[in-house]
């Protein structure tokens, strides 16, 4: 307490009386001047600074434990109590996500499909269950509607579309999107809830065309495709609620970057052992290339 209070005022008393006064003598006081923040105080200070980086660049979406994946990965020597702490400290906390709220409609008469699915979401090779959703965005042009396919494998945005009508094109432009950037083979199951979009008769065609299998999810039940709903309320909480967009074209260009900037490249998944969806699958292909 005492030589706080002398860094605090030492150029406010002159030094003979200051150490008089706090009964502190003349070369302790400047030992204790120019003596060096402890090792430990050190470490604690880049590692605040870094945290603060991380959680910067996250949106405030990681907690401590994406934080010490991350720092691990990085070479920091530390343990998930020193994080909690030094989290604590900082008052950093991860944002918490928001209910999710269904936007498809699924009061039609057209065909069904079998719920192929059945909640498997671990897979082993990509390119082999795509999962796919819609969600909505709110501007004060109206709302933007958004669609992805996320390959099962990776949990990778590997197809998107956004328009300001939720209409059948908009889930056949992101299926469009995802056969061009990945190729896959036939017997690819694509995975959707009971929306009109995807029973309609066009979307359905091209599933047919490209000799893949449509799986549905039961009628009300979010459970049943849990990746996609996930990734929408990680995509709300950690950028669209933080944001009052004044006209789509803002939304649109937060939103791409966010899907191909931050989650496909850089944010850390629990499900991947703490890694991107793009670090996984080139790890996954180094692997196998070195086999």
């Known amino acids: 307490m005492k030589y706080g209070f002398i860094r605090e005022h030492r ?9 008089q006064v706090l009964g502190v003598s003349r070369s302790g006081y400047y030992s204790w001047l120019n003596r060096k923040p402890s090792k430990r105080k050190q470490e604690n200070y880049k590692l605040k600074l870094r945290i603060a980086q991380i959680y910067s660049k996250s949106r405030g979406s990681y907690g401590s434990p994406r934080i010490y994946k991350q720092l691990k990965k990085e070479g920091f020597k530390c343990n ?7 989290m604590k400290v900082l008052g950093l906390k991860a944002i918490q996500k928001r209910k999710f709220k269904v ?5 039609h008469n057209l065909p069904i499909k079998e719920n192929l699915l059945d909640r498997k979401f671990d897979v082993t090779e990509k390119n ?7 969600t ?20 990778k945005i590997v197809g998107w579309s956004m328009q300001k009508r939720m209409t059948k094109n908009l889930v056949i432009d992101a299926l469009n999107m995802a056969i061009k950037r990945r190729s896959p083979e036939k017997g ?5 809830d009971q929306g009109s979009q995807y029973a309609s008769h066009d979307f359905q065609k091209l599933l047919w065309q490209n000799k893949f299998k449509s799986s549905m999810s039961r009628k009300g039940n979010c459970w049943d495709n849990a990746v996609a709903e996930s990734f929408f309320g990680t995509l709300k909480t950690e950028l669209v609620y933080h944001n009052k967009y004044q ?8 939103i791409f970057k966010y899907i191909e900037i931050f989650y496909n490249r850089n944010r850390l998944h629990s499900t991947l052992d703490y890694k991107s969806p793009e670090e996984y699958e080139n790890e996954r292909k180094m692997s196998k290339l070195c086999v």
Request: hydrophobic content about 35%.
């Open 11 to 19: 150029n406010e008393f002159p030094i003979t009386r200051m150490c």
């Open 80 to 86: 998930k109590k020193r994080i909690e702490r030094l």
């Open 103 to 107: 936007t498809t409609d699924s009061n």
């Open 128 to 134: 082999k269950v795509w999962v796919s959703d819609i």
């Open 136 to 155: 909505y965005i709110s501007t004060k042009e109206g709302w933007l509607y958004l669609a992805v396919m996320i390959d099962l494998y990776s949990r």
């Open 188 to 192: 690819l199951i694509v995975h959707s």
């Open 247 to 254: 006209t789509r074209s803002q939304a649109k260009q937060d």
